[in-house]
């Protein structure tokens, strides 16, 4: 695995000046024995995230109900479940991005290579720089799409040949043929299913460590669809992807490893896809993928 | 039971009435109309006055009819059953050199007879060093601390209004005015038209039409004396208005095949009105005995409605309303960013928000004695000078201008700060590079429309205790009058039957259509907003 090598010549030169960054870059030390996932069987691969009674309110409503697992790194892991239940909240836990909503607060410890992520002395910004994100709807901005996916850099203020970067980014979102000879028109002016390749190639353009993937094709055509899904297996053998889906089979296609969410923000069941799509330990979880929710 | 419906329904379904909805639905079409029918009887009873086309020969309105009115409105009709955009190209072809127009005189008449050129271009390049040091340090060198960069900055700014201008007003040699200003018009035309073109048609296109729109500007000073212009206000127009209105007609040409045909209109219009001016000569027909004519625009007041004049308010007008735009937008821009980026939600942000609610609301003679204290009584300055009027007619549009830049940042998808953030921008970066940009249309629009607003002010500037009768305002500390002011003085002070039917109806068309000039740009700017939404 070559991602070793690459998460500490990439993610952060420029930000020297960043106390936050050079404290998380320093504790990258291995720590397998701390937090190897429990069922061993998702290729012995290291903990990326752990979640530790992770609660989440919405004002009074609890959003989130103690939820603690592990995600491997370089594994894709899906979150599935009914809507309303929690799997995209957890998922913006993971780059505090429920920070921006006032009424939201959140309890519990969340680990991204063994550093807290809700510590006081981490800039949530800073972190978001370590951890991309890609959204239901597509959302490019309204500008070029080279400087689409040069926005990343610019604002990280990265070294490095932007146009290489910025080819490379496309090529491995697969979109570099079809916007080849178009680089310098609107991002707006591509299908949906381009833009939100497009979105992948600026979430993964400053190189972040985890890909966070909030119900990526929701909104596109099933042949968008399969093309996103393609990519997101190919993207694991660099990053660590954590996807929401609605769509069961989409999960048990490309995850390797599956969280199991249903009402109330409770985390039913997580461990290897393969098992849980065949044999779950709990009742609910297997009412639920067999279409008997109740 | 059942029988019976199905008796009923065999006659048919029989019938809803809808006569209470067809009186509603008129009365509000009345309604509607009220307001479109009251400002027409308005314009035509103004202009009637102002225009007076009755005192015409005969033989002259038979002659525009012919040459100008008919083939304009022939082609018009042709263009609207062929293919409408392709009449809205010749629409805007033809809107658009007249609005350039109106406001590359504005500019003009600034540098005849306010702004001494050589002033100017000093001005010019002292405030051109910093920006070139602001581009280099931003550009060039991401390492130099953020406060280092701003204390060079400051010392740059600062030194260089100290010495640049002093140094080249004491050049031993004084350029001619003309050459001044076609360096500090061209030049920067010549770049804003060349980015435009780059972004249309690439690289090579970009560097010929720039060079062309920099020859045309320095060409316009010795062109202009053949045609009757004096080279100084050739410059200017051919800067502001003649290249605009080429990079336009270059565009429909170039990008727009289909709607080529369009530009006929505005060659029917203007040949029509050159054909009709040459036969109206030849002939000897005489034309209205108009109110508003050049002598007019160009004359200062006096007693006599015949000899009256309106030129030293219009300018007066300019000045203030570049002031107010200078005071009023950097001040109302970052409020507005400020209430909806930055601001948390909690009492004190609700009390600013309907407060300035409130201000949108208060009585313009108010604002104008807030400005007679703030800036006369405890500022210290001179009462009716264009800084403080212009400050005055600022607070007046401060509000407007907050709640329209909100609603304009406002409607900036929230799904595009998300990707922003979700990258790792701070806020400063969100609302730089995504927030400001995707609004910026919607901030100009509000802002021109409440400069609009303020065009048409008299209150304030006699709260604050501008003259009745003024000159050529000529410095920012110059007492000054505006138009509506002018107006004002000429129906109260000077109220004769005379003055009623004639100045002022003159007067009130020239406010009117310099207003209208402003909309148009905001209606042009709000509409290719929505159209990109």
Not at chain 2, 114 to 136: D, G, K, N, S, T
Not at chain 2, 254 to 276: C, F, I, T
Request: aromatic residues 8%; contains cysteine.
């Amino acid at each position: 695995m070559t991602r070793e090598n690459m998460t500490d010549e990439a993610s952060s030169p420029a930000d020297g000046g960043d106390p936050t960054t050079d404290e998380m870059l320093v504790e990258t030390s291995p720590t397998a024995g701390v937090s190897e996932s429990d069922s061993g069987t998702a290729g012995g691969s290291r903990t990326l995230v752990e979640a530790r009674n992770v609660n989440v309110w919405y004002d009074d409503d609890q959003a989130l109900n103690d939820i603690s697992l592990e995600i491997p790194e370089n594994r894709v892991t899906a979150m599935i479940g009914p809507s309303g239940c929690g799997k995209s909240t957890f998922l913006r836990c993971i780059n505090r991005m429920n920070d921006l909503i006032d009424a939201a607060r959140v309890e519990g410890d969340l680990f991204l290579r063994n550093k807290n992520v809700y510590d006081d002395d981490v800039d949530p910004v800073a972190l978001r720089r370590r951890v991309g994100m890609v959204f239901q709807k597509p959302n490019p901005f309204p500008k070029s799409i080279y400087d689409n996916v040069a926005y990343g850099l610019e604002i990280q203020d990265k070294e490095g040949d932007y146009d290489e970067i910025v080819e490379r980014s496309l090529k491995r979102a697969a979109l570099w043929d079809e916007v080849e000879d178009q680089l310098d028109e609107s991002g707006l002016e591509l299908s949906g299913g381009q833009q939100q390749r497009l979105c992948i190639a600026r979430a993964i353009a400053p190189d972040p460590e985890v890909l966070l993937m909030d119900e990526p094709a929701s909104a596109l055509d099933p042949v968008a669809t399969s093309k996103i899904e393609d990519l997101i297996s190919e993207l694991a053998e660099e990053y660590t992807v954590v996807i929401v889906t609605h769509n069961m089979q989409q999960a048990a296609r490309i995850s390797d490893k599956t969280a199991v969410f249903l009402t109330g923000g409770e985390l039913v069941e997580f461990g290897d896809t393969q098992k849980i799509f065949e044999n779950p330990d709990s009742q609910r979880v297997e009412d639920y993928i067999t279409g008997k929710f109740g | 039971m059942s029988t019976d419906a199905r008796d009923a329904v065999e006659d048919g379904f029989g019938h809803v009435s809808r006569t209470v909805g067809t009186v509603f639905r008129y009365l509000l079409l009345v309604s509607t109309l009220v307001g479109i029918v009251t400002l027409g009887v308005l314009l035509v009873y103004v202009a009637n006055d102002a225009i007076r086309p009755l005192t015409a020969d005969p033989g002259w309105h038979l002659t525009f009819v012919l040459a100008f009115a008919l083939p304009s409105l022939l082609v018009g009709g042709y263009l609207y059953r062929r293919d409408k955009s392709a009449l809205f190209t010749g629409l805007n072809a033809l809107g658009v050199p007249a609005v350039s127009l109106l406001f590359a005189s504005a500019a003009a008449m600034l540098f005849v007879d306010v702004v001494p050129p050589l002033i100017w271009f000093a001005y010019v390049v002292a405030v051109a060093i910093p920006l070139v040091v602001l581009l280099a340090t931003t550009r060039y060198s991401h390492r130099i601390p953020f406060l280092a960069r701003v204390a060079t900055l400051a010392a740059v700014t600062v030194a260089s209004l100290g010495v640049v201008p002093g140094a080249i007003q004491s050049l031993p040699f004084v350029p001619q005015a003309w050459l001044v200003v076609a360096a500090t018009l061209g030049v920067p035309v010549a770049g804003v038209a060349g980015t435009y073109a780059d972004r249309r048609w690439g690289r090579r296109a970009a560097v010929s039409v720039a060079v062309a729109a920099l020859v045309a500007t320095v060409a316009a000073p010795f062109a202009g004396p053949t045609i009757g212009l004096d080279p100084l206000p050739a410059t200017v127009l051919m800067a502001l208005a003649g290249v605009p209105t080429a990079v336009y007609v270059g565009t429909v040409v170039v990008n727009q095949p289909e709607r080529r045909v369009g530009l006929l209109l505005p060659l029917v219009v203007v040949a029509g009105a050159l054909v009709g001016g040459a036969v109206v000569d030849a002939l000897g027909f005489a034309g209205p005995q108009a109110w508003i004519d050049w002598q007019f625009l160009t004359s200062d007041h006096s007693n006599t409605p015949a000899e009256a004049g309106i030129y030293p308010a219009i300018v007066g007008t300019i000045l203030l309303m570049v002031v107010v735009a200078l005071a009023s937008f950097p001040v109302g821009v970052g409020a507005a960013v400020y209430l909806e980026e930055y601001a948390p939600d909690n009492t004190f942000t609700r009390v600013v928000d309907v407060n300035i609610s409130n201000l949108a609301g208060v009585p313009s003679v108010v604002y104008g004695l807030l400005g007679l204290g703030v800036f006369v009584r405890y500022g210290g300055m001179t009462p009716g000078t264009v800084v403080v009027g212009g400050m005055t007619l600022a607070l007046l549009i401060l509000p407007i201008i907050i709640i329209s830049a909100r609603e304009a940042i406002r409607s900036v998808p929230d799904s595009m700060r998300q990707a922003s953030y979700g990258m790792g921008a701070t806020r400063w970066q969100t609302v730089k590079n995504v927030v400001l940009p995707r609004s910026f249309p919607g901030i100009l629009t509000g802002t021109i429309l409440a400069l609009g607003r303020a065009i048409g002010e008299t209150a304030p500037l006699l709260m604050i205790g501008a003259p009745q009768i003024f000159d050529l305002p000529t410095a920012l500390d110059a007492r000054v009058g505006a138009m509506p002011l002018q107006l004002y003085v000429w129906a109260t002070t000077f109220a004769s039957p005379e003055f009623y039917t004639t100045a002022l109806a003159a007067g009130v068309v020239t406010l009117l259509v310099a207003m209208l000039a402003m909309n148009s740009i905001a209606i042009v700017l709000r509409n290719k907003y929505q159209r990109e939404q």
